[in-house]
C-alpha cells in the first residue's frame, strides 16, 4: 500500500523539496500551505500529484484541527514539520537585533513556530499516525555552535534558544508513553545554513548545504527503521 506523509511548512523551500522527493518517490503526499499559498504554490502540488490542506497557522489549535474536516480519514504513516520563517528582508533582517532591541514579536513568532506549533502537531496528529509510524521535525544546527566560533556580528541567539528548546520537546516526545507503546519514531534533522533564498548571498552562502541533499535526508529518515537524530554541515 503507498504510504502517506503529511508536511507541515510545505510552502518553504526546504518543505517544497520534501514534498517534491516524497512525489519523487511515488508516496501519497499532503502539503500543509497557507490560504494565500492556494493558487501558486498549491497548484504545483497538484501538478507534482500531492493533495493540499490549508493550515493557515500551526500555532492555532484550530487551525490544526481544521485538517481533519479536509482528511478525517486519512491515517499518515509519517507528519514532518518543516515550519519556519524568512523575515522580508531575508538574512540580514534575521539577525539585525542584538537581545537588548529584539522586538517582542521576533520572539513570540519564534515561540509560536518552535514551541507551540511543535507541540500542537504533535499532541493533534498522533492518533492519526499509524503504529510504527513517525514524525519528523526539521531542527537546525545553530545550537552546536561554540561561544568561540559565534560570529560577532550574528545576532540570533532569540532563533537558537527556540530551536534548543524544541530539541528538548522531540527529547520528551521519545519517552512519552503514548509514542513507546504504539513504536512511533520521532526523527529529527538538524542542517546548517541551507542554500535557499534566505542564505543567498549571506556571509554563510559557499559553505551553505543544498536543499536537495536536506530533502533527501529527509526522505531517508521517514524510510528508517530506527530513530534518526542527524546534524547535516559542510564543514
Known amino acids: 500500500m503507498q504510504k502517506r506523509y503529511l508536511v507541515f511548512g510545505a510552502a518553504g523551500s526546504i518543505g517544497g523539496e520534501i514534498v517534491r522527493q516524497l512525489r519523487n518517490r511515488e508516496f501519497h503526499v499532503i502539503a500543509a500551505i497557507r490560504s494565500h499559498h492556494q493558487e501558486t504554490t498549491g497548484r504545483k502540488f497538484t501538478q507534482l500529484g500531492a493533495q493540499c490542506a490549508l493550515i493557515d497557522d500551526v500555532s492555532d489549535r484550530a ?22 520563517h524568512c523575515p522580508p528582508n531575508g538574512f540580514d533582517d534575521a539577525i539585525r537585533y542584538p537581545l537588548s532591541q529584539l522586538p517582542f514579536d521576533k520572539l513570540t513568532a519564534e515561540i509560536r513556530m518552535h514551541q507551540t506549533g511543535v507541540l500542537n502537531v504533535f499532541q493533534l496528529m498522533l492518533s492519526h499516525v499509524k503504529d510504527a509510524g513517525c514524525f519528523l521535525f526539521m531542527s537546525s544546527a545553530i545550537t552546536k555552535v561554540s561561544d568561540d566560533q559565534w560570529p560577532p556580528f550574528l545576532h540570533a541567539h532569540y532563533h537558537a534558544g527556540m530551536i534548543a528548546a524544541e530539541d528538548y520537546l522531540i527529547r520528551g516526545m521519545r519517552i512519552d508513553p503514548a509514542v513507546k507503546s504504539r513504536g512511533i519514531k520521532i526523527h529529527r534533522i538538524a542542517p546548517g545554513a541551507v542554500n535557499t533564498p534566505f542564505h ?4 554563510f552562502s559557499s559553505s551553505a548545504v543544498s536543499v536537495d541533499t536536506v530533502g533527501n535526508a529527509v526522505v531517508e529518515a521517514l524510510e528508517c527503521e530506527t530513530v534518526v537524530d542527524r546534524q547535516i554541515t559542510n564543514g
Do not use: I, K, N, T
Open 200 to 203: 543567498h548571498g549571506g556571509p
Open 63 to 84: 487551525c490544526v484541527l481544521g485538517y481533519f474536516r479536509q482528511f478525517p480519514d486519512a491515517m499518515l504513516d509519517g507528519v514532518v514539520y518543516s515550519v519556519g
